[in-house]
């Protein structure tokens, strides 16, 4: 059966910031699906320890004072989360993200800071099976004009996104867009096994770092680097 009609566990992660190596996790969501419905779904609320800020707080709704009062301790949320994430991972159940090094990489980052084994360790050195909705879309339909945020994509493809910024209805909207790819793009992606899928994923995200590298020296900054690495930096 193909990939994308088996159970797939859709991630996603709302965070104080944009980086991976400084940011700190707001909130975690993973939703167990089959065929883009909900199975079950598990979220996390987590006190970062540090000021949430405005712009931030704008996008997912978070206050400082909800996560003091509700959150739970980073260090504790941030094992669990890495817990649950690994174990599907573990079982060979492909998880499903949105710009998937951004995720994996802060979870990894926390993970550090909190004195915990990082995701390669638990999992033997590789992380995967991954499905990168957002790396799918960019290779299967590359010159398509216009904005690639899980908003618009979703618009795209015909999925409904409930609340834009809440962990659980990205997760989940994250694993209807990799749906709606593999059925539409059957010899690119949708007829690949999850173990292909993943590797060329590899190859299509090096590429696209290295055109925008390419890009950006060109005209904008000389010096630009775009890290390479897929789906974990």
């Known amino acids: 059966m193909s990939w994308w009609k088996e159970p797939l566990v859709g991630f996603d992660l709302e965070t104080t910031g944009t980086d991976p190596a400084h940011s700190r996790i707001v909130t975690a969501a993973l939703v167990e699906t089959l065929g883009g419905r909900v199975e079950r779904s598990f979220g996390w609320l987590v006190n970062p320890g540090v000021p949430i800020p405005a712009e931030a707080a704008a996008i997912h709704g978070i206050s400082d004072e909800h996560v003091r009062t509700q959150g739970r301790p980073a260090a504790e949320a941030v094992e669990e989360i890495a817990t649950a994430l690994c174990d599907r991972l573990a079982l060979g159940?492909?998880?499903?993200?949105?710009?998937?090094?951004?995720?994996?990489?802060?979870?990894?980052?926390?993970?550090?800071?909190?004195?915990?084994?990082?995701?390669?360790?638990?999992?033997?050195?590789?992380?995967?099976?991954?499905?990168?909705?957002?790396?799918?879309?960019?290779?299967?339909?590359?010159?398509?004009?216009?904005?690639?945020?899980?908003?618009?994509?979703?618009?795209?493809?015909?999925?409904?996104?409930?609340?834009?910024?809440?962990?659980?209805?990205?997760?989940?909207?994250?694993?209807?867009?990799?749906?709606?790819?593999?059925?539409?793009?059957?010899?690119?992606?949708?007829?690949?096994?999850?173990?292909?899928?993943?590797?060329?994923?590899?190859?299509?995200?090096?590429?696209?770092?290295?055109?925008?590298?390419?890009?950006?020296?060109?005209?904008?900054?000389?010096?630009?680097?775009?890290?390479?690495?897929?789906?974990l930096r």
């Open 93 to 231: 159940q492909p998880v499903v993200a949105f710009n998937a090094p951004f995720d994996l990489s802060l979870l990894d980052a926390e993970l550090r800071r909190h004195g915990r084994r990082s995701l390669a360790d638990r999992l033997g050195g590789s992380v995967g099976p991954v499905v990168d909705a957002l790396v799918i879309d960019r290779s299967v339909d590359r010159y398509r004009k216009g904005s690639r945020t899980l908003q618009h994509v979703c618009e795209v493809y015909g999925v409904e996104l409930a609340d834009a910024h809440e962990a659980g209805s990205d997760a989940l909207a994250a694993v209807r867009v990799a749906v709606a790819l593999g059925e539409r793009y059957p010899s690119q992606v949708g007829d690949l096994t999850v173990e292909q899928l993943h590797e060329h994923q590899i190859d299509w995200y090096r590429a696209w770092a290295e055109g925008l590298q390419a890009w950006l020296r060109k005209g904008k900054d000389a010096e630009a680097v775009i890290d390479p690495r897929w789906p």
